[in-house]
C-alpha cells in the first residue's frame, strides 16, 4: 500500500492536497498594500492621514498596489480552485509560479525604491515586507508541500 507523501491534515475530504497555511498567510502580508487602502478608504475621515503616514510620496501607492496584484490574483486563483475545475479551467495552474516570481520580483523593486527614497532608514513594514517576501521565494522554491500540491492539482486535472 503506497504511502501519501503529506500528512493527512494536507488534504481536503476529496483526497486533493490543499494549499499550506503559510502560504495564504505569505501572500496576505506581501498584499498588505491593499489592506491598508481598503481601511484608509473606510476610515473615511483620517483617509489622507493614513496614506501619507504609510506612502509619503503619493505615486508610490498606486506603484506598490500594481506591483501586489500577482498576489492578489495568485489567492484568487487557489481560493476559487474548485470553482474552476468544475467549469474545465486548468490553464490557470500555469500562472501560479510566474505570477508569484513576477509579485515577489515586482514587490522586492517597489519596497528597495522605498528605502532608497528615505534613504536607506530603517522601516519596519519595510523590513517585514522584505523578509515575508523573501520567505515567500525561498518557500516556493524549496516546499515539498507546494511542490506536492502542484504536482496533485496537475494530476487531477489531467483525469
Same mark, same amino acid.
Given at each position: 500500500? !503506497?504511502?501519501? &507523501?503529506? !500528512?493527512?491534515?494536507?488534504? *481536503?475530504?476529496?483526497?486533493?492536497?490543499? !494549499? !499550506?497555511?503559510?502560504?495564504?498567510?505569505?501572500?496576505?502580508?506581501?498584499?498588505? *498594500?491593499?489592506?491598508? @487602502?481598503? @481601511?484608509?478608504?473606510?476610515?473615511?475621515? #483620517?483617509?489622507?492621514?493614513?496614506?501619507?503616514?504609510?506612502?509619503?510620496? &503619493?505615486?508610490?501607492?498606486?506603484?506598490?498596489?500594481? =506591483?501586489?496584484?500577482?498576489?492578489?490574483?495568485?489567492?484568487?486563483?487557489? =481560493?476559487?480552485?474548485?470553482?474552476?475545475?468544475?467549469?474545465?479551467?486548468?490553464?490557470?495552474?500555469?500562472?501560479?509560479? &510566474?505570477?508569484?516570481?513576477?509579485?515577489?520580483?515586482?514587490?522586492?523593486?517597489?519596497?528597495?525604491?522605498?528605502?532608497?527614497?528615505?534613504?536607506?532608514?530603517?522601516?519596519?513594514?519595510?523590513?517585514?515586507?522584505?523578509?515575508?517576501?523573501?520567505?515567500?521565494?525561498?518557500?516556493?522554491?524549496?516546499?515539498?508541500?507546494?511542490? #506536492?500540491?502542484?504536482? *496533485?492539482?496537475?494530476?487531477?486535472?489531467?483525469?
Amino acid at each position: 500500500m !503506497p504511502s501519501l &507523501p503529506l !500528512p493527512l491534515k494536507c488534504y *481536503d475530504e476529496a483526497g486533493v492536497i490543499k !494549499p !499550506p497555511v503559510w502560504l495564504y498567510t505569505l501572500l496576505l502580508i506581501n498584499s498588505i *498594500d491593499w489592506l491598508i @487602502f481598503v @481601511f484608509a478608504l473606510v476610515s473615511m475621515q #483620517h483617509t489622507t492621514l493614513l496614506l501619507k503616514l504609510f506612502y509619503p510620496q &503619493p505615486q508610490l501607492l498606486g506603484l506598490k498596489l500594481i =506591483g501586489s496584484v500577482p498576489f492578489i490574483l495568485v489567492l484568487l486563483l487557489i =481560493g476559487n480552485r474548485q470553482r474552476l475545475w468544475t467549469r474545465q479551467w486548468f490553464g490557470w495552474l500555469w500562472l501560479l509560479k &510566474p505570477l508569484g516570481l513576477l509579485g515577489v520580483i515586482a514587490s522586492s523593486a517597489l519596497v528597495l525604491q522605498q528605502l532608497l527614497l528615505s534613504h536607506w532608514q530603517f522601516h519596519a513594514m519595510l523590513a517585514a515586507q522584505l523578509v515575508s517576501l523573501v520567505l515567500l521565494l525561498w518557500s516556493g522554491i524549496k516546499s515539498l508541500h507546494i511542490k #506536492h500540491m502542484l504536482a *496533485d492539482w496537475n494530476k487531477r486535472t489531467a483525469a
